[in-house]
């Protein structure tokens, strides 16, 4: 579904469902959901997110995005509490199984790939040590700020590209066992939150063409950093999965 971008006292006076979202970046949260509000048909309008705006800050309770509110409830920030608000606007198409096993997969599913300590959040700390480490990633400034926001610990660098590349092989492998059923989706043969995860993910290793996502060109050269180890986990199969869920699904060129 098109959206409107609207200024912050339009957005706060404004009822129905508003999203604060980041400018020029495809950032993977807010992607997932703008993904998620067009598989259900929802009608909705965007708001960018601006760190110097108080206004915006104290309706959305903070400085983050994405963040959606509905009419007067209270402002959702997580992954889940977005995607729970759709399934509850728009229970058509369903987006989590009902059936408790499929359901409990795609919950675990989804929790690896957007969680703290999942692949988007790991893959994010890793391209912030980059950036300190001045081998590529975020610039020193964009790292700094991040690092201090997600939890970067000096400490615990030596774990992050591991843990990137275990989950990378979890879901190439889970995909090549669904592709070898016959499927190319991660849970039976439909569409489920866990494909847009996974798809809007992929931006933090490699973002789609400039023709189908215009951003801005240093933070695409910061997503493009692979060290060798963790451009070897990065089996085409995830790319490839991306690729058709933009096609088949969600809407091109990305609107940022």
Same mark, same amino acid.
């Given at each position: 579904?098109?959206?409107?971008?609207?200024?912050? !006292?339009?957005a706060?006076?404004?009822?129905?469902?508003? =999203?604060?979202? @980041?400018?020029?970046?495809?950032?993977? &949260?807010?992607?997932?959901?703008? #993904?998620?509000?067009?598989?259900?048909?929802?009608? &909705?309008? $965007?708001?960018?997110?601006?760190?110097?705006?108080?206004?915006?800050?104290? &309706?959305?309770?903070?400085?983050? *995005?994405?963040?959606?509110?509905?009419?007067?409830?209270?402002?959702?920030? #997580?992954?889940m +509490?977005?995607?729970?608000?759709? %399934?509850?606007?728009?229970?058509?198409? /369903?987006?989590l199984?009902?059936?408790?096993? *499929?359901?409990?997969?795609?919950?675990?599913? /989804?929790?690896?790939?957007?969680?703290?300590?999942?692949?988007? &959040?790991?893959?994010?700390?890793?391209?912030?040590?980059?950036?300190?480490?001045?081998?590529? #990633?975020?610039? +020193?400034?964009?790292?700094?700020?991040?690092?201090?926001?997600?939890?970067?610990?000096?400490?615990?660098?030596e774990?992050?590209?591991?843990?990137?590349r275990?989950?990378? #092989?979890?879901?190439?492998? !889970?995909?090549?066992?669904?592709?070898?059923?016959?499927?190319?989706?991660?849970?039976?043969?439909?569409?489920?939150?866990?494909?847009?995860?996974? $798809?809007? @993910?992929? $931006?933090?290793?490699?973002?789609?063409?400039?023709?189908?996502?215009? =951003?801005?060109?240093?933070?695409? *050269?910061?997503? +493009?950093?692979?060290?060798? %180890?963790?451009?070897?986990?990065?089996?085409?199969?995830?790319l490839?999965?991306?690729?058709?869920?933009?096609?088949?699904?969600?809407?091109?060129?990305? *609107?940022?």
């Amino acid at each position: 579904m098109p959206f409107q971008y609207l200024s912050t !006292a339009d957005a706060i006076a404004r009822r129905g469902l508003r =999203m604060v979202v @980041i400018g020029n970046i495809p950032s993977p &949260w807010g992607e997932a959901a703008k #993904g998620i509000f067009h598989v259900k048909g929802l009608e &909705w309008s $965007a708001v960018r997110l601006a760190y110097d705006d108080e206004n915006l800050a104290r &309706w959305a309770g903070q400085r983050s *995005a994405p963040v959606v509110v509905l009419d007067d409830e209270p402002p959702r920030s #997580g992954y889940m +509490e977005i995607l729970m608000l759709a %399934e509850r606007l728009a229970p058509q198409p /369903a987006l989590l199984p009902l059936e408790p096993r *499929a359901r409990g997969r795609a919950v675990e599913l /989804a929790r690896d790939l957007c969680d703290q300590h999942g692949l988007g &959040w790991m893959r994010r700390l890793q391209l912030v040590n980059a950036g300190l480490q001045k081998s590529g #990633g975020f610039s +020193e400034r964009v790292a700094g700020y991040l690092g201090k926001k997600y939890g970067f610990s000096a400490a615990d660098v030596e774990s992050y590209g591991p843990r990137v590349r275990e989950l990378l #092989g979890r879901f190439a492998a !889970a995909l090549h066992a669904q592709r070898a059923a016959g499927s190319d989706y991660y849970l039976g043969t439909a569409l489920t939150a866990v494909d847009i995860y996974s $798809a809007a @993910i992929m $931006a933090l290793f490699r973002p789609l063409p400039d023709a189908q996502c215009r =951003m801005d060109p240093a933070i695409r *050269a910061a997503f +493009e950093t692979l060290d060798a %180890e963790t451009a070897a986990a990065l089996d085409p199969i995830l790319l490839e999965h991306r690729d058709r869920i933009y096609s088949r699904h969600l809407e091109l060129p990305l *609107a940022l």
